[in-house]
């Protein structure tokens, strides 16, 4: 009897995931808590391991697509077993999602939508008792191509939805993209097309959220952090953890967030949310976009646990190791371009959180001292925040507070 | 019960004389022996578990299906009953193989998928034994049409019980036969029981071969435990029924076993059985051959180890062949 | 093309096979010079006989029985019950004895007979001479079962069952031996086992047999007009099934309607329903399995009572609408 693999749920909040590649093929012996696949959800790519050892017989969704938690996406049974096939538990597990009174459809309808790749619950049921039947599949179904044809239209990023088919039952053919292809405007050719999808299409979505739904103001102040890059470079000779500016400046954030606890609220629906912990977001790039690993309780962290957590986690990201749970719960973000030079911008707030601190370069300025001109490393930190829920005013106390700490670093060690 | 007394018996055929030849006569006594020495066989592989099912023991009728078959010719069609092992030893089958099909293997008859009840020899005109009282008789009526169609010189004995006298289908077939005038002899062992049920209390009549007088037929009562008795009714009776349609021969017996293997005999008495087995047919025709001069005391032992002899020959190979083979469960359904 | 009737069609396979192979002959009640209760035999004794075209006694065991005793000897009979309800009287021979002597007898039996009998409703003769059993058939390993709806089966698929080898029932309708349809003068055959398309379509498939058959081609060229394409797949043969006509025709259409005469429960629809779910044809349904039969009572005299009993046109285009909602 086959166990089947199942998109696993990584995370509370988690209710898809992307198969980013199996690492087995079928037909390969699979050993319980071998790497089998890896996916990617909303917050993070990960590796899923096999349960039970085996062989991997089937492989019922490929690379690339998106499936709901706790579907079947594989089978591992016996070596030589015979697949389950599109008929088995898997194809009426991923019917239902897993859900009592899931997706009700036809046969024909399961089988059409696994072959087109359309997901039952997108589709709209028209039958008498509600069930998807399989004229509703194929209203999603991509227009009749011919191989070449599709070969072509993928390697010039050409969708063939849109291209009429001269072939026999208006079937889209190799003459039909030549000139389809004719017709796009040289500028307009795209280089490459990719589904959007994994953690660049979560971005999007939050990106595009916070900007149609939060009127946001962005505040900027100076810091003079010429004692702090000072302090730092001593710090760093004398300590084993190796302190960033980074880290000072979310050691800071945290203490003047304990005075400022106005930053720490959202809206949600109707209700105004206040936060009661310190988690500061610290935006990561990586090389599939940004991750944004959470610190818990960050007021509660000295310098060098802080330091050290940051370094963990930062490192986890590039490897692609972070567990879901590592990417929630975030109260406050920060969000540092200093390392590119940048020296002033528009944070975007994340979705669920009041404010967002963007930090800039620090500058070499010149300033009169005593009448005398001294060389000063000032940082411009720009503050975005949610005006629904957080005035101007609270806003500028809170840089005031911040940069207070910056500017007398001791504080930042107390 | 219904006696035979000698003088009955004299009246229906003993006086005509038809002379029995000697090698005959010692033919019919092996024959009975081997049917004798085959079922005290399976009896004893039916206690041990190595024969399952059922099965209907004949001892004591043995002279029943000798005397009738010896009388038939090779070619001539019979069809027997679930107590069929007599009436298929008489026709001549092949021991090892009978023993094989009890044993439920590849070798058997059937290959192990008829068992006791279903053994047929076809390539000897035996049409098989039957599962079903009275199922046998309808189709030994067909087997008489055949005949009649080709214009054959055979004849059919169609072996049935005195249960099966009272279904339908013999009635509708001895109809039948005798108004198509089918070259069938119909041969009514009356072993005195339907299973428990008592001749006496199943019909109204004492002499069953009154019924023959219903489809205005010839209709004969003989000793069923006297294989000359037998083999000269039915001799004469396969004369008949060539030019003139079926013949009814009720012939006397008495089961000395119980109906099956699980019957306690509760329904007849030890005195009864005591006093059938006084008659029985194999002792008597060991005793006619002797004082008649048939054969000597020598001779006889010689018969009846060989007949031993044979039985022990066809539980070897029977033991020694393969059980039926699980790929032969699907085939021989429908013939192509 | 000539046209000729289903019981001339009839007639004309028994002649010609009795013509063909002296060990054929004929037994029934009343098949002699009366013709056979529905006429299927007049003039068959002038040419062959009272030898080759029997008068029975009224005794369908033995009938039965002594076609079984017959085939296994070698003659390749042809026996008519005169309704096919009285074959229940000779159930056991039919059943228990020539279905099952070739198994039985490990494959050394062979038993070439014929059973024909007149099936089906709408004459009137209420419960005792309606039936519609061919499941009864269909459940007993070892005997073919075939039901033509038109004379052009009913006579190639007789000759074929005559020259088979193993018992065959063969259950004539008979509102249809006055039906006439065109047969060829020259000899042919049908297979048996092999269904017929007797309508393409690409909508629904109608899988039925028998008398059905014509009244749901009625019912498919109706629906045509409208633009609603039905296929009817006439099984012809029940045992051997034709599985991979239905499947195919199922996979391409995803709808399946079943329409029998003989009642529901328990009917041979439901072997082609089980069929089509444990089938390729299940992953292309796009709407549940439907049969329209027989009720589940015994036929009715009073005739809106009779013709109610069983399937009706507006009972199998209702179905149809219904699935392709």
């Given at each position: ?414 | ?79 027997s009953t679930h107590r069929g092992h007599g009436h298929t030893i008489a026709k001549g089958i092949e021991l090892p193989r009978m023993m094989a ?236 | ?325």
């Open positions: 009897m086959a166990t089947s693999v199942i998109m696993p749920k990584a995370g509370m909040a988690m209710e898809r995931g992307t198969i980013i590649r199996w690492l087995k093929k079928v037909g390969d012996p699979v050993i319980a808590g071998e790497p089998l696949l890896e996916i990617e959800t909303d917050k993070v790519a990960m590796e899923v391991e096999a349960e039970v050892s085996g062989t991997l017989i089937q492989v019922v969704r490929e690379a690339g697509e998106e499936v709901l938690v706790t579907e079947t996406i594989g089978f591992i049974g016996a070596e030589g077993e015979a697949a389950p096939g599109p008929g088995g538990s898997g194809q009426l597990e991923a019917g239902a999602g897993g859900r009592k009174g899931g997706v009700r459809a036809t046969p024909a309808a399961r089988r059409r939508a696994a072959e087109l790749g359309v997901a039952l619950e997108a589709v709209t049921p028209s039958g008498r008792s509600g069930e998807v039947k399989l004229r509703d599949a194929e209203a999603r179904r991509s227009p009749a191509i011919s191989s070449l044809a599709r070969k072509i239209a993928e390697q010039e990023g050409v969708d063939p939805a849109g291209i009429r088919g001269s072939g026999t039952g208006g079937r889209i053919v190799k003459r039909d993209l030549a000139e389809a292809l004719a017709r796009l405007p040289a500028s307009g050719r795209a280089l490459a097309r990719s589904p959007l999808s994994g953690p660049r299409k979560i971005i999007a979505e939050r990106m595009l959220r916070s900007h149609l739904s939060i009127p946001q103001v962005t505040l900027n102040a100076r810091a003079d952090v010429t004692s702090l890059l000072r302090l730092r470079a001593e710090m760093n000779r004398e300590i084993e953890e190796r302190i960033s500016v980074n880290d000072l400046i979310l050691r800071a954030t945290a203490i003047a967030l304990l005075g400022s606890r106005a930053m720490l609220a959202t809206i949600e629906g109707e209700e105004i949310v206040a936060y009661e912990e310190i988690n500061l977001g610290m935006a990561v790039a990586v090389d599939s976009g940004l991750v944004v690993p959470v610190i818990r309780g960050a007021d509660k962290l000295a310098l060098p646990a802080l330091a050290r957590l940051t370094a963990e986690l930062s490192g986890r990201a590039r490897e692609r190791t972070l567990k879901p749970d590592d990417l929630v719960g975030g109260t406050f973000t920060v969000t540092n371009l200093g390392m590119y030079g940048i020296t002033s911008f528009t944070p975007i707030v994340n979705p669920g959180e009041g404010a967002i601190l963007g930090v800039n370069a620090a500058e070499s300025e010149v300033r009169l001292e005593a009448g005398l001109p001294v060389e000063r490393k000032v940082m411009t930190l720009s503050l975005s925040i949610d005006h629904r829920v957080i005035d101007g005013a609270e806003g500028a106390r809170f840089l005031q507070s911040l940069v207070g700490l910056l500017e007398k670093p001791y504080r930042v060690l107390l | 019960m219904p006696r035979i007394s000698a003088a009955e018996r004299g009246a229906a055929v003993e006086e005509r004389a038809i002379e029995v030849p000697r090698e005959l006569q010692r033919e019919m006594y092996l024959k009975m022996l081997q049917i004798r020495a085959f079922e005290e066989k399976v009896a004893y592989f039916f206690s041990r578990g190595m024969v399952h099912g059922t099965t209907h023991l004949y001892m004591g009728e043995e002279a029943t299906a000798v005397g009738a078959v010896a009388s038939l010719g090779d070619d001539d069609f019979i069809t099909e009890l044993l439920g293997k590849q070798s058997g008859y059937c290959k192990g998928k008829g068992g006791s009840m279903h053994i047929a020899d076809l390539a000897r005109g035996n049409l098989g034994a039957n599962g079903v009282v009275g199922g046998g008789i309808p189709i030994a009526t067909g087997a008489g049409i055949t005949i009649k169609l080709r214009g054959d010189d055979r004849v059919v004995a169609c072996f049935f019980g005195d249960g099966a006298i009272n279904e339908g289908t013999f009635h509708e077939s001895v109809n039948l036969a005798s108004v198509w005038k089918l070259p069938v002899i119909y041969i009514c062992e009356n072993n005195q029981y339907g299973m428990s049920m008592s001749v006496r209390r199943a019909t109204n009549i004492d002499d069953l071969s009154l019924r023959a007088k219903a489809y205005g037929i010839p209709g004969t009562r003989v000793d069923g435990n006297d294989v000359l008795a037998v083999y000269r009714a039915v001799r004469e009776a396969r004369d008949y029924v060539r030019k003139n349609g079926p013949v009814l021969i009720v012939a006397e017996t008495y089961r000395f076993s119980g109906h099956s293997k699980s019957d306690a005999n509760r329904y007849r008495t030890k005195e009864e059985i005591a006093e059938w087995r006084e008659r029985d047919p194999i002792a008597r025709m060991r005793k006619r051959m002797l004082e008649g001069g048939s054969a000597t005391e020598e001779e006889l032992v010689e018969l009846e180890n060989g007949a031993r002899r044979s039985i022990e020959e066809a539980v070897k190979y029977a033991e020694e062949s393969p059980e039926s083979s699980i790929d032969e469960l699907e085939t021989d359904v429908y013939a192509d | 093309m000539r046209e000729i009737t289903y019981a001339e069609a009839i007639r004309e396979a028994m002649s010609e096979e009795m013509r063909r192979d002296p060990s054929v002959f004929f037994m029934g009640e009343d098949i002699g010079v009366y013709g056979g209760a529905f006429g299927v035999s007049v003039g068959m004794i002038d040419e062959f006989g009272p030898e080759r075209v029997r008068d029975t006694p009224i005794s369908e065991a033995a009938i039965i029985g002594a076609a079984a005793g017959a085939a296994v000897t070698g003659s390749r009979p042809i026996a008519e019950i005169q309704f096919s309800d009285f074959v229940a009287i000779g159930l056991d021979q039919l059943g228990n004895q020539a279905a099952k002597m070739r198994y039985m007898f490990g494959g050394r039996a062979q038993v070439p007979m014929v059973v024909r009998a007149p099936a089906g409703s709408g004459t009137g003769a209420a419960a005792q001479h309606s039936q519609s059993q061919e499941a009864i058939y269909c459940h007993i390993p070892g005997l073919k079962v075939v039901t033509p709806s038109t004379p052009y089966d009913a006579k190639g698929l007789l000759k074929s069952a005559i020259r088979d080898n193993n018992p065959v029932v063969f259950l004539e309708q008979k509102l249809l031996y006055r039906v006439k349809g065109p047969v060829p003068e020259e000899e042919y055959t049908v297979p048996l086992g092999r269904a017929d398309v007797k309508r393409t379509g690409r909508d629904l498939t109608i899988v039925t047999w028998g008398r059905m058959a014509g009244m749901c081609l009625e019912t498919a060229v109706r629906l045509a007009e409208e633009g609603i394409d039905v296929e009817v797949v006439d099984l012809r043969s029940l045992v051997p099934l034709d599985k991979e006509t239905v499947v195919e025709s199922v996979k391409k259409t995803g709808h399946l309607l079943i329409v029998h005469e003989a009642v529901q429960s328990a009917g041979y629809g439901g072997e082609i329903a089980a069929l089509v779910a444990d089938s390729e044809a299940f992953f292309y349904l796009d709407a549940p399995i439907r049969r329209v039969a027989g009720l589940d009572v015994p036929i009715p005299y009073n005739p809106t009572l009779e013709r109610n009993a069983v399937p009706t046109p507006e009972r199998i285009e209702r179905a149809v609408r219904d699935l392709l909602g």
